[in-house]
């Protein structure tokens, strides 16, 4: 993962969810926060790649829908041509 979207996801969980940050500096606060954080990471990471997969596969589904409009477009496009050179020239 870059280290910009790193950054953002930090503070995205941070803002959003701000449960287990710390403001004693100890060995138990500090721990207690990075469990915390690396959680409120999965949970976040799980959301993405389920709001992803879902997105994808809507994309899937419509393709057959693109591919049936440009067959229609091409065919329109050669049987007017076809039509065009057929044609006496009027004049």
Request: hydrophobic share 65%.
């Amino acid at each position: 993962m870059p280290f910009k979207q790193t950054i953002l996801m930090a503070v995205l969980i941070n803002v959003l969810i701000p449960w287990g940050l710390t403001s004693a500096p100890n060995a138990i606060t500090v721990s207690i926060s990075v469990v915390a954080f690396i959680a409120k990471g999965m949970v976040l990471a799980v959301a993405v790649g389920v709001f992803e997969s879902m997105f994808a596969k809507s994309r899937l589904f419509r393709l057959p829908n693109l591919f049936m409009l440009a067959f229609f477009f091409s065919f329109s496009t050669i049987l007017f041509e076809l039509l065009m050179m057929n044609l006496p020239m009027l004049g």
